[in-house]
C-alpha cells in the first residue's frame, strides 16, 4: 500500500475539520500597484433618552479613502498608505427642527483650506492578513484629525477566523469575538473591558456616579481575499445613577464600502524593511498609538476667577445653603478655582468679607485642585482663624466625593503638634478617618500620606487617657472602615467602659457584611449574651443588630429571640419589633431566614410576641422612583420607667445594589430615672446624667454634640438657654464630580461631565423639662441639590453639548414629644416634608467652528415625591405631613 495517498486524503480531512470548526480561514491582503477606493460614511447623533428623538445632535461625514500598497516582506506583512479624499461634513441645525419634532435638511460644515490640507495627509499602517501591527503619521497633527484617521485605521483590524481575542484599536484595548458566515465576519467588542490611557475621574459612592451601559457591533464582508465593505455600529447610553430619565444616548455609524473596480495604482518601493521604507518617504512618519489621545475642550465662556476678582467689589456671594441658586452658585466656583493660579484664590480668601469666607472654603476644599489647596495651606492658621471656619474646612474635607493624598498631607499638616481647641481637634481626627477610607477605597492605601494617617489615629488611640477622646478616635476608625483595625474596635468593644463600647460597637456597624466574620460575630455574640460581663442595654443591642444584619446564622436568630424573654419588657419591645420590621424590608439581610425561623409555631407565638412596652422600632419607603429607593426609619428605646434613652431617625438611600445612609441623627439621654428616684437594676452601672445628639451625613460620622452633663451643667443649660436648636451642619459639599473620556471607535470623543451641588442646614435641639415631665426633639433639615448632566462631542469639524440640569429645594421637619406624667406614657411624632419643587430641563449647546449658539427648548418639570415629569413651566409645590400619636 502506497502511504502518499492515505496521508494525502487524513491532512485533507484534518484540514477541512479545522476550518469547520474555526470557520472560513482566509489571508487578507491587497494588490501591489492597485489604488483601492473605499467610500467612507460617518454618521454621529447624541440625544436625550426622556425626549424626543430630533432634539440632540446630528453629525454626517463622508469622504473618499484611497488605500494602496507600499511594501511587503517574505512574511506577509504589509505597510499600506491610507489618505481621506474629498471630506464633506453636515449637522442638523436645532433652528431648522419643526414644531412637530421633524428634522429638517441638514446644513453642510464649511471647511477651510488648511483643514482640508491637514485631513488629506496620509497615514500609514503595518498590517497583516486583517491585523493592524503598527500606526504610523504626524504626531504634531491636531489631535482631533488625528483621531478622525484612527477611527477609518480601526475599521482594517479584524480577523478572518473565529475566536476571541484583544485587539487595539480607537477604542483602546479591548476583547472582541469574532463569528463567521460565508462570506461575512462578525465583531462584536467588550467596550466594558478596554483599557486605555486613565483620564478623568468619578465619586467613590457609585450611587452618585454614572450608569454607562456600550455596545459594539461591526459587520465585515471578505470576498476572494478583498476586504469589501463593513458596517460598524457602537451605542453609548449614559446617565446619572440617580436619575435616568436625564440620560444621554450617543449612536456612532461607520460604514466603509470597496467602490469597483479597483484602479492601477503607485508602485512597490523597495526596501530591506519596514523602517527603512517609512524613513523614504516625503512625509516621514512617526509611530503612534492606535488608541484615540485624550482632547480637552477649551471653554470660551466660562467664567474666570480673574475676571471676578476685577469686579469683585459689585458682586454678591450667596449664602443661604438651603437656596438652590447657592448651590448653583457654588458649581460655577468649583469652575472658577479649578482654572485659578495660587494667587488669585489666596486674593480671593483674603478680600473676601467674613460672612462669605466659608463659602469659599468649602469651593476651594471642593476644587482640590493644586492651587487652591496649596493657596488654603498659606491662608488657613489653625491657631488664629475662628474656630467656625476651622470646622468648615475639616467637614468641607471629609465629605469630598474623590479626595486626593494632597487634600489629606494639607491636614496632618495642619493638626500636627498644634495646640487646637477640642472642636478643632475631634473634627479633625473625624475628617482624617474619612479621608483615609476614601483614599482607601479608590485603591490608594499604599500612598504614604494614607498609611501616615492611619497610623496617627492608631497612635492617638493607644496613648488616649481620657474617655472621650477614646471615642473620637474610634470614631474615626469607623469613617476608615479599614479590615484591619477590626480586631482593636473589638478589643475595645468587649473590654471598654459603655461610651467605649457603644462608639467600637457603632464604627463595627460601619462594615458591610464580607466584614463581619465569624470572629467578629463571636465577640457579638458575647456582648449581647454578656458573657464576660454586664453591658448596656444599648450596647446588647447594637451587637444584635450586627448578628441579624449580616448574613445572619439560623441559631443566632433563634437564641436572640428566645433571650427577649428574659429581658426587660422595653428591651425585648424593641428588638422584636427589629425582628418583625426586618420581615418587611426588602433589602434586609435577614428577611429569607426571619421567615424561615417563624414558620416555627414554637417561636412564632403570643409568648414571644406579646410584650406590651413603650419602645417601637419601624422603617418604611419616603419615596421609590425607578432608579432610587428612599426609605425612613425610627428607633425608639425606653426606659422601664418611661423615659426615652435613645432615638435613632434614619434617612436612607438604595440605588443599584448601593445603600448610603443619607442622614442619621442620633438623641441619647442616660441618668433622668435617677432623678425621679428609680432603683438600678443588679449589675448596672449608675449612668451618668447626660443628653447628647451624634449625627451621621453620607456616610460620614460627625463629631458628637453634648447638650449638657451633670446636673450643675443641666441647670445652667435650663437657666441660659437661648431657645434656638443647635446646628448640626450647616453648609456645601459637592455631592457628585465625575469626569468620563469615551473614545468612540470612529475616532470622535464625548466626555461625560456630572456635577452637582448639595447646601445643607441641619439643626437639633432636646429640651428637657423636670417640672413638666416633657421630653421634646426636634431635627429641622433643608437642602437644595443642583445636578448639571451633560455629554461633549468633539469632532474636527463640529462641537455639540447635550446638558440636562436638575434641581430641588426641600425642607423636612421630624419632632417627637413625650410626656411622662400620664401612664402609660403618651408620645408624638411628626413627620413633615415642605416646599419640595422639582424641576429639571434640557438646555443644549451646538458649535460649530469657534461660533457658539445656545438652544433652550421648552424645559420639562418633575414635581412632588413621585418625580413624575410634567411639561410646561408651572411651579409647583408638594407638602406632606404625617402625624403619629401614640
Known sequence: MNPQPFWGSFCLLCFSLLRAAKGNLQLLSFQPRTLYQYRYTLDVQLHHTSTPWPWGAWLQAETLIHLHRLWRDQGGEELLQVQIRDLKAKHQPEEERSQDSTRGAPVEIALSPEAQAELQQPVFISWNSGKVKAFYGNEAENILVSNLKRGIISLFQLQPHAGTTVEEDASGSCQVTYTMSNHSITKVKDLLSCSKTKSGFTSINKIFGVEWQPSSRSQYVVKDNLLQSVLAEESHTVAPALRSRSGIKITSRQQLQLVS?????????????LKDVLA??????????????????????????????????????????????????????????????????????????EET?????????AAQSVASLAALSDFLDFNKEPKSLLEKFLYAAAFSPQPSGELLHLILDKLDGKQLAPEIWETGVIAVGSLVGKLCQQKLCGLQV???????????????????????????????????????LLEHAEDGPTAVTAAATSALQRFPAPHISSKVKRAMRRIFHQKRKSYDKTCRLAAAEILL????????????????????????????????????????????????????????????????????????????????????GLDLLFLEGGFLRKSVSDFSLFSHGQRLRAAQVTFEAQGMELMLGENLLEGEEEPELMAGMSATFFDVQLRPIIFFQGYTDLMAKVLLSSGEPTSVVRGNLLLMD??????????????????????????????????????????IARGSLAMDFQAELDSPFLQATLRSQTEVETSIHFDTKLRFSSSPVLMCLQLREEQVPYRSGFPPELQISSDLQRLQPDPMEISGSNLSGSPGMSHKRHTRSRDLQV
Open 261 to 273: 473596480p479597483a484602479m492601477p495604482g503607485p508602485a512597490e518601493v523597495s526596501g530591506q524593511s
Open 738 to 779: 465625575h469626569h468620563q473620556v469615551i473614545p468612540l471607535q470612529s475616532g470622535l470623543q464625548v466626555t461625560i461631565k456630572l456635577q452637582g451641588g448639595l447646601g445643607l442646614d441641619i439643626s437639633a435641639d432636646m429640651d428637657v423639662s423636670i417640672w413638666e415631665q416633657e421630653l421634646k426633639t426636634s431635627v
Open 549 to 632: 444584619d449580616n448574613h445572619p446564622l439560623p441559631m443566632d436568630a433563634i437564641n436572640i429571640l428566645l433571650a427577649t424573654s428574659e429581658m426587660e419588657t422595653e428591651m425585648a419591645t424593641f428588638l422584636l419589633l427589629k425582628v418583625q420590621d426586618s420581615l418587611r424590608g426588602h433589602h434586609h439581610m435577614a428577611k429569607k431566614i426571619m421567615k424561615d425561623i417563624m414558620g416555627d409555631p414554637r417561636i412564632n407565638n403570643y409568648n414571644f410576641f406579646s410584650k406590651v412596652g413603650t419602645s417601637s422600632s419601624f422603617s418604611g419607603p419616603l419615596t421609590v422612583t425607578q432608579d432610587l429607593t428612599s426609605t425612613f
Open 450 to 488: 494614607v498609611e501616615r494617617g492611619v497610623e496617627t489615629i492608631l497612635r492617638g488611640l493607644r496613648g488616649a487617657k481620657e474617655e472621650p477622646e477614646v471615642v473620637i478616635y474610634l470614631l474615626s476608625l469607623g469613617n476608615a472602615m479599614l479590615p484591619e483595625t477590626i480586631p482593636t
Open 357 to 365: 469666607r466659608p463659602f469659599l472654603v468649602e469651593a476651594a476644599v
Open 280 to 353: 523614504g518617504t516625503e512625509a516621514r512618519p512617526q509611530p503612534l498609538r492606535m488608541t484615540s489621545l485624550p482632547f480637552r475642550r477649551v471653554c470660551t465662556h466660562c467664567p474666570s476667577l480673574r475676571a471676578f476678582l476685577k469686579a469683585f467689589d459689585r458682586q454678591r456671594v450667596k449664602t443661604d445653603t438651603s437656596k438652590v441658586a447657592t448651590a448653583w452658585q457654588f458649581q460655577r466656583f468649583i469652575q472658577m478655582l479649578r482654572g485659578a493660579k495660587k494667587r488669585d484664590v489666596l486674593q480671593l480668601l483674603r478680600r473676601a468679607p
